[in-house]
Nanobody
């Protein structure tokens, strides 16, 4: 499976973006999919995850602002990001939320939150 992320861009603080992650193969075999991000000079971190059945969990830094969802029929995972803050600026990636079973990383999509 390979992933292609899209939907990033430049947005003002308080704005919203919706990211998409399209899988080249069947995503159904991956029980728990995640969105990760990596800011400049920072380690990559998992910010949201969703199970095959739709159970979600979030990092404290994004809880209440981000919503992850998954469409198994379309092999796509989404990340709705609201009330964006400058500290959300990062490259966003999707991958297996089980960090012991990661597949090759995609190119990611850049999100920049700035006035």
């Amino acid at each position: 499976v390979q992933f292609v992320e899209s939907g990033g861009g430049l947005v003002q603080p308080g704005g919203s973006l919706r990211l998409s992650c399209a899988a080249s193969g069947s995503m159904f075999s991956i029980y728990r999919m995640g969105w990760y991000r990596q800011g400049a000079g920072k380690q990559r971190e998992l910010v949201a995850a969703v199970t095959r059945g739709g159970t979600t969990n979030y990092a404290d830094s994004v809880k209440g602002r981000f919503t992850i969802s998954r469409d198994n029929a379309k092999n796509t995972v989404y990340l709705q990001m609201n009330s964006l803050k400058p500290e959300d600026t990062a490259v966003y990636y999707c991958n297996n939320a089980n960090e012991g079973a990661l597949v090759d990383w995609g190119q990611g999509t850049q999100v920049t939150v700035s006035s």
